[in-house]
T-cell receptor, first 110, second 115 residues
Framework: SQQGEEDPQALSIQEGENATMNCSYK?????LQWYRQNSGRGLVHLIL?????REKHSGRLRVTLDTSKKSSSLLITASRAADTASYFC??????????FGKGTLLTVNP | DAEITQSPRHKITETGRQVTLACHQT?????MFWYRQDLGHGLRLIHY???????NKGEVSDGYSVSRSNTEDLPLTLESAASSQTSVYFC??????????????FGPGTRLTVT
């Protein structure tokens, strides 16, 4: 069963705009990770946020985590055409395995 | 540079045949994972290993097996391929002890078609 669920399933924006994707999960976690997948490629790790952290930044990425609501958001600022990809959240629970959501397909139009 | 590779990248096989997908990593990571990715399901964990001689079943392990005889390799075997196993398969690895919190590095994937 899927632990994380991303929302929306698909998002289309113009270059320069910000993109926000959300992830909800059901059980307690050790950390939550975001990955990117370009079409036909493997997943690439973007950022990890631990359960005792509330916000984390990496370049144009900002991740928030609200453990009381069991939700996370990924914000990509000043998006570029190269950001077009699928984005997945993955939760790591007490068993140390990652459980992935179904992903958000982000399209950034030039 | 360290990397994780998968072979073959594409495979077509017939129902009932045994198929082995290779995964090789040069990160010297303890932890290795196999996932399958299908439309509408995202990534699902098939098997994983926290070290040599250690293997564990994931969410969708029926019909699959793995063995870990060294640090670098975790081959995935489909004992008797079925059409339901048509999918894209990803191998991943991560460092740390016994699957501790760490990012996973993914291979490029193997697209398997079972006819």
């Amino acid at each position: 069963s899927q632990q994380g669920e991303e929302d929306p399933q698909a998002l289309s924006i113009q270059e320069g705009e910000n993109a926000t994707m959300n992830c909800s999960y059901k059980t307690s976690i050790n950390n939550l990770q975001w990955y990117r997948q370009n079409s036909g490629r493997g997943l690439v790790h973007l950022i990890l946020i631990r359960s005792n952290e509330r916000e984390k930044h990496s370049g144009r990425l900002r991740v928030t985590l609200d453990t009381s609501k069991k939700s996370s958001s990924l914000l990509i600022t000043a998006s570029r055409a190269a950001d077009t990809a699928s984005y997945f959240c993955a939760t790591e629970g007490s068993n140390y395995k990652l459980t992935f959501g179904k992903g958000t397909l982000l399209t950034v139009n030039p | 540079d360290a990397e994780i590779t998968q072979s073959p990248r594409h495979k077509i096989t017939e129902t009932g045949r045994q198929v082995t997908l290779a995964c090789h990593q040069t990160w010297n990571h303890n932890n290795m994972f196999w996932y399958r990715q299908d439309l509408g399901h995202g990534l699902r964990l098939i098997h994983y290993s926290y070290g040599v001689q250690d293997t564990n079943k994931g969410e969708v392990s029926d019909g699959y097996s793995v063995s870990r005889s060294n640090t670098e390799d975790l081959p995935l075997t489909l004992e008797s391929a079925a059409s339901s196993q048509t999918s894209v398969y990803f191998c991943a690895s991560s460092g740390g002890s016994s699957g501790s919190s760490d990012e996973q590095y993914f291979g490029p994937g193997t697209r398997l078609t079972v006819t």
